[in-house]
Each structure stands twice: as C-alpha cells, then as structure tokens.
C-alpha cells in the first residue's frame, strides 16, 4: 500500500478494480490464520488502511461489491465494517450506491487539532504523578525514531511518534480518552505529513522535541511538560495547514 506520505495519490487512470486488487494482494499475503478473524474485522482493517495510505483518496466512491471481491467475503460484513468507518468519521454511507470517502477539509484538521490538545495536556497532568514510571517506554520509544530516521523510514518514524504520544494518553488510565484519541490519530494519519521524507531536518526536529519532553519527565515542573507537549502540537499544526 501506499507509503502514507503526503501529497500521495492514486495515479491518473487508476480504477477502483486495480485499488481494490492490490487490497486484496496485501489480504492474501497476511499472515497465516487471517482467515480465523472474523469478516467484518477483515473488511474493516483493509479499507481503513486504504484510506488511511490515501490508497482509496477523498472523494472516492466505495461500492459494497468491490470491497466484498477485494477481501474476498460477502456484503453482510461489508456493510458492518462501512457503518464502523462511518462511526469513525473516515466515510459517509449513501443507501443503494455506496460510501463515499470523505475528503480532508481544513475544519476537521482544526478539530483534531483542538481535540488532540485537549486530551494531550489533560493526560499529562493526570501522569504526572507516576511519570518516573514511562521515562523508561518512551526513551525506547525515542530509540526507535532515531533508528527509522537513519533508516530514512519516515512511515516507521510516524508510527513510533504516535507510539509516543499514545503511551503518554494511555497512561492517564481513561480507556475512553485512549480510544478518542487513537480515533483522531487516524484522522491525522490520513492528512498526511508534508515532505518529511525529503525533510530530514524535520525528523532531527522532531526528535529533539520528545526527547525534551522526557527530560520535563525527569524535572519537577508539570507546567513546564504541559507547556513542551502543546508546543509540540502546534509544529504538527502549522505542519499540516502548510499545505492546505
């Protein structure tokens, strides 16, 4: 699938057949025991990270018949998995003709953004008294950024940076805020990080400033790790409205 980097677009004369053909390539070369997962979870897993890697870009119209041959099921689970992406804010369903998915605007990156911040320093608060706890999971987390940058994978750089965050979230003990929150990540993923992979500096950037935020970890100042953790969400902020 795609690499997820920004600006990442089915090429002219693409049709969805050969969308849903490669779909159905990386379904057949899972892991063995993927047909034990149940259809629906299939269904769901395979054109979510379609869109996410913009494989199936905004805009595009999604046939339950397509789906159904890419993965290889019936529509009953199709139309289950759709209702879940709908519920996720990835597609809209329009009865009899299918889902459409649903275009990045410039709202909804303010939205997540907004959100995200809410929950990023309203979780930093909450771990802040067992913090000495994740210095260890996210300075190995960091290890893994530093590696995927000089293995120039902005793809496996992206995921630990989330990695990094999510720990952060998790560890404030509310499941429903982790949940949230790993939906808006998605969100996010799907916007795209512009020229990351031909902006190396970004990543060093990047790496700098959690790095920066375990050594707040370590300190004794919550207003100071609050302060670094929005910071840090206003560069992915100007990052992402930089090419919209």
Same mark, same amino acid.
């Given at each position: 699938?795609?690499s997820?980097? &920004?600006?990442?677009?089915?090429?002219?004369?693409?049709?969805? /057949?050969?969308?849903?053909?490669?779909?159905?390539?990386?379904?057949?070369?899972?892991?063995?025991?993927?047909?034990?997962?149940?259809?629906?979870?299939?269904v769901? &897993?395979?054109?979510?990270?379609a869109?996410?890697?913009?494989?199936?870009?905004g805009?595009?119209?999604?046939?339950?018949? $397509?789906?159904?041959?890419?993965?290889?099921?019936?529509?009953?689970?199709?139309?289950?998995?759709?209702?879940?992406?709908? $519920?996720?804010?990835? #597609?809209?369903?329009?009865p009899?003709?299918?889902?459409?998915?649903?275009?990045?605007?410039?709202?909804?990156?303010?939205? #997540?953004?907004?959100?995200?911040?809410?929950?990023?320093?309203?979780?930093? &608060?909450?771990?802040?008294?067992?913090?000495k706890q994740?210095?260890?999971?996210?300075?190995?987390?960091?290890?893994?950024?530093?590696?995927?940058?000089?293995?120039?994978?902005?793809? /496996?750089?992206?995921?630990?940076?989330? &990695?990094?965050?999510?720990a952060?979230?998790?560890?404030?003990?509310?499941?429903i805020?982790?949940?949230?929150?790993?939906?808006?990540?998605?969100r996010?993923?799907?916007?795209?990080?512009?020229g990351?992979?031909?902006?190396?500096?970004?990543?060093?950037?990047?790496?700098a400033?959690?790095?920066?935020?375990?050594e707040a970890?370590?300190?004794n100042?919550?207003?100071?790790?609050?302060?670094?953790?929005v910071?840090?969400?206003e560069?992915a902020a100007?990052?992402?409205?930089?090419?919209?």
């Amino acid at each position: 699938m795609g690499s997820g980097a &920004a600006g990442d677009q089915p090429a002219h004369g693409v049709t969805l /057949g050969d969308e849903t053909a490669e779909i159905a390539r990386v379904v057949a070369e899972a892991a063995p025991g993927v047909e034990k997962i149940p259809a629906a979870e299939r269904v769901y &897993a395979s054109v979510k990270a379609a869109i996410l890697d913009r494989v199936y870009p905004g805009g595009q119209l999604l046939t339950e018949g $397509e789906l159904a041959t890419a993965v290889g099921v019936s529509r009953t689970p199709v139309r289950e998995a759709l209702l879940r992406l709908e $519920e996720s804010g990835l #597609v809209k369903l329009y009865p009899k003709k299918g889902a459409l998915v649903l275009p990045v605007l410039p709202q909804e990156i303010n939205d #997540v953004l907004e959100a995200r911040e809410l929950i990023e320093t309203h979780a930093a &608060a909450k771990v802040w008294p067992r913090r000495k706890q994740l210095i260890e999971a996210l300075t190995a987390t960091v290890d893994q950024m530093r590696a995927h940058r000089r293995a120039g994978d902005a793809k /496996g750089f992206l995921e630990a940076d989330r &990695a990094f965050h999510e720990a952060i979230v998790g560890a404030a003990g509310n499941e429903i805020l982790a949940k949230l929150y790993n939906s808006l990540r998605d969100r996010q993923v799907r916007m795209g990080v512009p020229g990351i992979e031909v902006q190396p500096a970004r990543m060093d950037k990047s790496i700098a400033a959690h790095q920066e935020m375990i050594e707040a970890l370590g300190g004794n100042s919550v207003r100071r790790f609050r302060e670094l953790v929005v910071a840090h969400i206003e560069v992915a902020a100007a990052d992402l409205r930089g090419v919209r």
